[in-house]
């Protein structure tokens, strides 16, 4: 799984903050990895220069294989909870997408036997 960090030119610390987001992504995504090639973050603050309330955004893209990328995005008064609320959102929406995509169940339906339907 290959973690591409991308930041606006308004945020600070960018190499340090980039090491650090790839390695939070790789550990915290780490149970998906055979089904992720890719994850992109953007890290932005909107408002560039003033204050104001949750105007760092964390936009997070993970590239899956042979499926539609799932996306998600946390807007946060800083950049680390920004980054931690699209992480958490991002894990929650890639368990839902790819348990919908699994077969739960260990039999198949009657339904989709032809031999075991009755003629009425």
Request: proline residues 2%.
């Given at each position: 799984?290959?973690?591409q960090?991308?930041?606006?030119?308004?945020?600070?610390g960018?190499?340090?903050?980039?090491?650090w987001?790839?390695?939070?992504?790789?550990q915290?995504l780490?149970?998906?990895?055979?089904?992720?090639t890719?994850?992109e973050?953007?890290?932005?603050?909107?408002n560039?220069g003033?204050?104001?309330?949750a105007?760092k955004?964390?936009?997070m893209?993970a590239?899956?294989?042979n499926?539609?990328?799932?996306?998600?995005t946390h807007?946060a008064p800083?950049?680390?909870e920004?980054f931690r609320?699209a992480?958490g959102?991002l894990?929650?929406a890639?368990d839902?997408t790819?348990?919908?995509?699994?077969?739960?169940?260990?039999?198949?339906?009657?339904r989709?036997?032809?031999?075991l339907i009755?003629?009425e």
């Open positions: 799984m290959q973690v960090v991308n930041t606006n030119h308004s945020i600070e960018r190499e340090a903050l980039e090491r987001a790839q390695a939070e992504v790789s915290t780490e149970r998906f990895s055979h089904e992720i890719r994850v973050v953007h890290l932005s603050d909107e560039s003033k204050a104001g309330a105007d955004r964390c936009l893209e590239r899956l294989a499926h539609a990328p799932v996306a998600v807007h800083g950049i680390d920004a609320g992480e959102k894990k929650r890639l839902s790819l348990d919908r995509l699994k077969d739960h169940r260990d039999r198949d339906s009657i989709k036997d032809a031999a009755q003629p």
